[in-house]
């Protein structure tokens, strides 16, 4: 049944590349990235695409696993925990949403996914994380990472993140974007200003993409540190993770260093502990 899409996947992501490669090698944040977000009344949409120095063959079996997606998800500082067990055949994994400082699994939101995993094919990848019911009638969320290798042993990746909205999910952004959200700003350069700086989005594409970005750069941490000793894996993916974010200080830094890898640390206990619970 899979036959007519096979190519298909590929050829659409090999065709965004080279659409793309002009503004992945020249951007204001002299890394190869793109990032593209979308608003439309009830939907909202971001996506991030980017090459990882890493060859497809070491990042297609780094997807393939629901157990992997709790070791990439969880580095974003707004998800605490995330568990995974079997259900008739199918995975499911369970973020747990939380503010960014330390919360108790037990007091986040949670949301359960199905998770999908297409690796039939030798040039593509794809892992799709999908869920009906969220916070405040928000719905339809779908997580998304495809990868395809390029050449010199590099690998090109998009990730996409989506949801609907209902009117009290408008509502509470609205409120946060009025509030604790007013200065923040994206990644997308809508203008410059007198001086020629980039003036960057805000608003509610401004939080989907730094949304994307803290999920993307958590796939990367997560590649960038498969190698190293498993003793030390998990701080070493940590602080990647923090340093990644802090090349984009102005979008994305919420808190100090030590902060966000004490919460994280005191977090994993946790996630091992309802992880254990589950089996």
Not at 55 to 67: D, I, R, T, W
Not at 75 to 80: G, R
Not at 253 to 270: A, N
Request: proline fraction near 4%; hydrophobic fraction near 30%; include cysteine.
């Amino acid at each position: 049944s899979h036959s007519p899409s096979v190519t298909a996947d590929y050829n659409l992501l090999a065709d965004k590349h080279l659409e793309i490669k002009k503004q992945l090698n020249e951007n204001t944040y002299g890394v190869p990235i793109f990032i593209e977000s979308t608003i439309e009344e009830q939907s909202q949409r971001g996506d991030v695409y980017g090459i990882i120095h890493h060859p497809f063959n070491m990042v297609k079996p780094a997807f393939s696993h629901a157990k992997d997606w709790c070791d990439i998800a969880p580095l974003h500082l707004n998800i605490k925990a995330c568990t995974y067990q079997k259900l008739n055949g199918d995975y499911q994994l369970t973020l747990y949403s939380g503010r960014k400082f330390f919360e108790e699994p037990e007091d986040t939101y949670q949301l359960v996914y199905r998770y999908h995993l297409d690796n039939t094919q030798e040039n593509y990848i794809n892992a799709t994380l999908s869920t009906q019911k969220g916070p405040l009638g928000t719905s339809g969320y779908n997580i998304s990472a495809e990868a395809i290798p390029l050449n010199n042993n590099k690998t090109f990746i998009h990730f996409s993140y989506s949801y609907k909205q209902g009117f009290w999910a408008r509502f509470a952004m609205e409120t946060y974007l009025a509030t604790i959200g007013r200065n923040k700003v994206g990644f997308t350069v809508i203008d410059n200003d007198i001086n020629g700086d980039p003036v960057y989005i805000d608003g509610m594409r401004g939080v989907i993409e730094r949304n994307a970005m803290r999920y993307y750069f958590a796939i990367q941490a997560y590649l960038d540190t498969r190698s190293l000793d498993p003793e030390k894996i998990f701080i070493a993916r940590l602080n990647h993770w923090f340093d990644l974010t802090e090349q984009h200080h102005k979008q994305l830094y919420e808190m100090e260093k030590k902060d966000y890898l004490d919460y994280k640390q005191r977090e994993r206990v946790e996630q091992n502990r309802i992880q254990q619970e589950l089996k």
